[in-house]
């Protein structure tokens, strides 16, 4: 017995020891390699990398100038990142020498020369920036950044056929929101607006829910007259972002168009809480007042808008014609001339001009301004009509009789562009009443349907006094609105607008209007388009 039990202990020993001996082995096998040494060049890059995402950019200057020191300035990545935060905070000259510096350390790197290329972009060398991007494109032909930012460049040198040509390449490689907002610019300011819109149509298609490209092509659609197609954009884009600027203005534009003052009061006051210091949203605000006839707070909110943007010659259109409204003719002259300076292009700021300066009884210089006016304007018969009742009035019947031609022709040729357009009714009435002083025959562009009752005994007391003034007022102006932030090509559409004082008969003094100048009808979106209406004024966006 005794033998046995010596035999048995050391089985049990070995037995045990060959239990432990995995375990130990396992430990072992757990146990992490270590790391392998990085080359002196590159071996804080991941510090840096780590800082630079959290926005910690002091501890990543001073880890990037330690690492610096250590490589004699022969770090890439370092020399980049530092670069890119230099450039961050504005610094874009000396980003700019670095990365120029890394481009020469790694000249095979399309990613150096992009932002060689973007810095040179910042500093507005596009030519320069051109040529960089052109190089990294040689090195990374599919790269979507590159083409978008190639179109961009020739974008801002104005040669709009490359910058199609690299926007669609970038649209091929990789469909972006940013390139096709800036595909439906370039076509805009080629004057291609039917293809604008089909490239935004198409971004819509691919991207549903982004409101900047619903409220651009809303607000296409409203400068194009296709209130239907703009309401449903701009509502989509209303659904998705209650609180957008652009299509708030735009919706409360075409609110006011159709004379609802207040409920495109409503639309401003919310996007007043969003960007209260817009001079356009003063601007249409200031119209809605005007419009209810509030005139002392139109010149308020129009003074706003004026200090917050002084060279926008609407904003100072409109304000001539609330200072017309009220009689206050010095005060307009003020304010026409200074839109004048700033857009000589347009008939009817000479036509007003020339109202205001009859009223002050320069009749001289109010003549070269009408002169002027209807050298530059070729399709709105106002212009003609409000010269043909000065002529009539100043008692140069010949000339008149030309002027009342010229406007019969400019209506003739509105109605044969589209048989559904209307006239303002005050333009008519003055039409009628200039037939009859001038005993021409009524044509049929002048006839109403039953409402007409009013204007025939109106051209029979012109007829019974040919000498004494045309009516009591003199048609005016026209109403402006925007809604957005574009500016395009304004298109005149007819109809009287605002009525003025008439002018002073040699004999007797007529009595101011006893109907003073209405509400002005906003016209369209972010470019305006002016529209007319009884009382014209201009509404920004």
């Not at 559904?420 to 039409?431: I, P, V, W, Y």
Request: aromatic letters at 8%.
């Amino acid at each position: 017995m005794a033998t046995a039990s010596s035999v048995d202990h050391p089985k049990m020993a070995d037995k045990e020891i060959n239990t432990a001996l995995p375990v130990a082995t396992e430990a072992k096998k757990r146990r992490a390699p270590k790391a392998p040494e990085l080359p002196i060049v590159e071996r804080r890059n991941w510090l840096i990398h780590q800082h630079y995402i959290r926005k910690d950019y002091d501890t990543c200057k001073a880890i990037i100038k330690e690492q610096l020191q250590e490589t004699s300035g022969m770090c890439e990545y370092a020399i980049y990142v530092q670069a890119l935060i230099m450039r961050l905070e504005g610094k874009i000259q000396p980003s700019l020498e670095l990365f120029q510096s890394c481009a020469i350390l790694n000249p095979s790197s399309a990613d150096n020369l992009k932002q060689v290329a973007r810095s040179l972009f910042l500093l507005g060398k596009h030519k320069a920036a051109i040529e960089f991007y052109h190089e990294a494109a040689r090195l990374n032909e599919k790269d979507w950044e590159i083409s978008h930012n190639l179109g961009l460049c020739y974008f801002f040198i104005k040669d709009f056929k490359h910058s199609e040509e690299h926007l669609n390449i970038a649209l091929r490689i990789n469909k972006h929101n940013k390139t096709f907002m800036m595909l439906g610019k370039v076509h805009l300011l080629a004057g291609e607006t039917d293809k604008a819109i089909e490239v935004y149509r198409t971004a819509v298609e691919f991207s549903p829910e982004n409101t900047e490209l619903l409220a651009t092509l809303g607000l296409l659609f409203l400068q194009l007259g296709k209130y239907q197609k703009a309401f449903e954009h701009l509502g989509n884009a209303l659904t998705f972002d209650p609180n957008n600027y652009k299509a708030i203005l735009a919706a409360g534009s075409m609110m006011q168009t159709h004379g609802d003052f207040d409920v495109a009061m409503n639309k401003y006051r919310v996007a007043a809480c969003a960007v209260p210091e817009s001079p356009p949203l003063w601007n249409n605000i200031g119209m809605c007042f005007f419009g209810k006839k509030k005139y002392v707070a139109a010149i308020s909110c129009l003074k706003r808008a004026h200090y917050m943007s002084p060279f926008d010659w609407k904003v100072l259109y409109n304000l001539g014609l609330v200072h017309l409204t009220m009689q206050q003719y010095a005060s307009a002259f003020h304010f026409l001339s200074a839109a004048i300076n700033l857009n000589p292009r347009m008939g009817e700021l000479y036509m007003l001009l020339a109202v205001a300066l009859t009223n002050l009884e320069d009749v001289e210089n109010a003549t070269r301004a009408y002169e002027q006016a209807v050298t530059i304007d070729e399709s709105n018969p106002l212009v003609n009509l409000n010269f043909a009742i000065f002529l009539y009035n100043h008692g140069d019947k010949k000339a008149t009789l030309d002027q009342y031609q010229e406007m019969e022709r400019k209506v003739n040729t509105l109605r044969d562009n589209n048989s559904n357009f209307e006239f303002d009714t005050e333009l008519m009435d003055m039409a009628q009443k200039m037939g009859a002083a001038l005993q021409v025959t009524e044509g049929l562009v002048w006839t109403k349907p039953g409402k007409d009752s009013k204007s025939k005994p109106n051209s029979a007391a012109a007829t019974k006094a040919p000498g004494a003034p045309l009516g009591t007022n003199q048609a005016l102006g026209q109403a402006m609105s925007s809604a957005a932030s574009y500016n395009k090509n304004l298109q005149l559409s007819t109809g009287p607008s605002m009525p003025l004082e008439p002018e002073l008969d040699v004999e007797k003094d007529l009595s101011p209007p006893t109907d003073p100048p209405g509400s002005p009808e906003p016209a369209e979106s972010e470019n305006p388009k002016p529209r007319t209406s009884k009382r014209k004024s201009k509404v920004e966006e």
